[in-house]
């Protein structure tokens, strides 16, 4: 029963497609669990450069099944096109299994998500994929869920209900409304599309891991953008830790095995909320210019900053990490000295507990320890012991600090820019 999770322990961006392209190497399923097109999944083979948002980062290996869980949030037009820029690139998109009870994102949700930002007094700097309306949505229990491609009569009549209920808001608000029939038939391609791919997924799954496949549950965001654990209101509309994954499988907690928590050997964020170390100055400049930190999704600029252990030790918690997988160490590689948050000063007081609130969050001040760099390229390095002394000393006290023990370091975008660490 090798079932393992796979998940983002800060603020998303972590590396979690090109770790998950690299562990696949040997699993027979990969399963998103949560989230939408949010995501950008960045999975680099040799020259070529994909960037995945709905479609699982198990696609480039042949035969491995990807499934797109009943916890997602799925936008069928843009899913669609996801999979035909895959095909006219010489992918194989016949490995994606739909699950029929995943939610549908349509267009009033994206409208929906971009006009309560215009209008909002605290921006939360979401991605505009309509990801909070449609989760909104599947709790009002007014949803529509993939289900539904299959019955494309069903379905227009939903849609066309739906888009009345939100066109009369939309306009009550003075705001561009629908055109539905337009959009309709936009669905029903996509629907026409899809439709093959619908099944159930829970059953599926299930049976994969009866019959003793490996399995590997992709996560999506991170943990500090979890709809209960994150710098709530700055977060995502769903459950992003492991425990997760269960719900948005279909999968008995029972069945999971190791716990993989991609971390950053420095922090990022893109949108709005706190963040205690973030970098004003060239430092943060820096990193960002050489850890290419511009949205997967968006194209946004993230903003950077130290490692915060502070965070990720409670990201480590919620989530019983038990394997980490620190990525873009080589972006620290030209530092003379790094500095680590230890700990937060809020209101004259220091703690080295996650606060709960934004705003107490945001008034921490991060209590920095300094570790020595290595000055050196590290990005041929192919093994733990290639890299050098204060590298390995850096990764110990992460793992020290968060609490964990650390299975993959990686220095590079590529897949051979990976290696163990045990
Ligand atoms: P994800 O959302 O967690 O899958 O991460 P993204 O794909 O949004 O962002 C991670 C970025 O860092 C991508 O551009 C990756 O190609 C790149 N990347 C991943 N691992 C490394 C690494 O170890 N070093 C460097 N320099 N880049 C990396
Ligand atoms: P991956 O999977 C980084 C952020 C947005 C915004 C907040 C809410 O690539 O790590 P949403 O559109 O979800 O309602 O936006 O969450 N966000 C991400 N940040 N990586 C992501 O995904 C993200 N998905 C959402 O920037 O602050
Ligand atoms: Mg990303």
Same mark, same amino acid.
């Given at each position: ?178 055109? %539905?029939? @337009?959009?309709? &038939? ?6 026409? +599309? /899809? *439709?093959?791919?619908?099944? $159930? ?108 252990? %502070?965070? @990720?030790?409670? &990201? ?6 038990? +394997? /980490? *997988?620190?990525?873009?160490? $080589? ?92």
């Amino acid at each position: 029963m090798p079932v393992d999770i796979l998940v983002g322990t800060q603020w998303g961006d972590e590396g979690k497609g090109k770790l998950i392209d690299v562990l696949t190497r040997d699993v027979d399923v990969v399963v998103r669990f949560q989230g939408g097109n949010n995501a950008g999944h960045t999975v680099e083979i040799g020259k070529e450069r994909y960037v995945l948002h709905l479609v699982p980062s198990g696609i480039f290996r042949k035969g491995v099944k990807c499934i797109i869980g009943n916890g997602l949030v799925v936008d069928p037009v843009a899913l669609v096109e996801e999979m035909k820029g895959l095909e006219e690139r010489g992918v194989d998109t016949n490995q994606i299994e739909l699950s029929n009870r995943a939610q549908m994102i349509f267009i009033y949700h994206k409208m929906a998500d971009r006009l309560s930002e215009a209008g909002a007094k605290t921006k939360i700097g979401t991605t505009g994929r309509g990801i909070g309306p449609a989760y909104t949505d599947k709790m009002r229990r007014i949803g529509i869920r993939a289900i539904e491609l299959k019955h494309p009569e069903r379905l227009a009549e939903l849609f066309r209900t739906e888009c009345a209920k939100y066109n009369k808001l939309f306009a009550a608000a003075g705001a561009e409304t629908v055109d %539905v029939e @337009a959009e309709l &038939a936009k669905v029903l391609a996509a629907a026409e +599309k /899809l *439709a093959p791919r619908v099944c $159930d997924t829970v059953y599926s799954l299930n049976a994969a891991i009866k019959a003793n496949k490996k399995v590997l549950f992709e996560g999506a965001q991170g943990a500090l953008l979890d709809i209960d654990h994150g710098t709530y209101p700055f977060v995502t509309s769903s459950n992003t830790i492991s425990g997760g994954a269960c719900t948005g499988g279909g999968v008995s907690p029972r069945a999971i095995r190791d716990i993989w928590g991609v971390i950053k050997a420095y922090t990022t964020r893109v949108g709005e909320g706190p963040f205690p170390t973030e970098l004003f100055d060239a430092s943060g400049e820096n990193l960002r210019q050489r850890g290419r930190e511009f949205g997967a999704t968006t194209g946004r600029p993230r903003r950077c900053g130290w490692f915060d252990a %502070v965070a @990720a030790r409670y &990201a480590c918690m919620v989530n019983g990490i038990n +394997k /980490l *997988a620190v990525t873009k160490l $080589d972006v620290l590689d030209d530092l003379k000295q790094i500095a680590v948050c230890v700990g937060y000063r809020i209101n004259g007081e220091v703690t080295d507990e996650f606060p709960a609130s934004a705003a107490e969050l945001e008034a921490a001040e991060p209590v920095l320890e300094y570790l020595p760099g290595w000055e050196c390229d590290t990005t041929g390095a192919t093994s733990y012991a290639q890299l050098p002394e204060n590298a390995k000393k850096y990764l110990a006290r992460m793992a020290e600090l968060v609490d964990s023990s650390i299975g993959i370091v990686s220095v590079g975008p590529r897949r051979d820019q990976t290696f163990s660490a045990e």
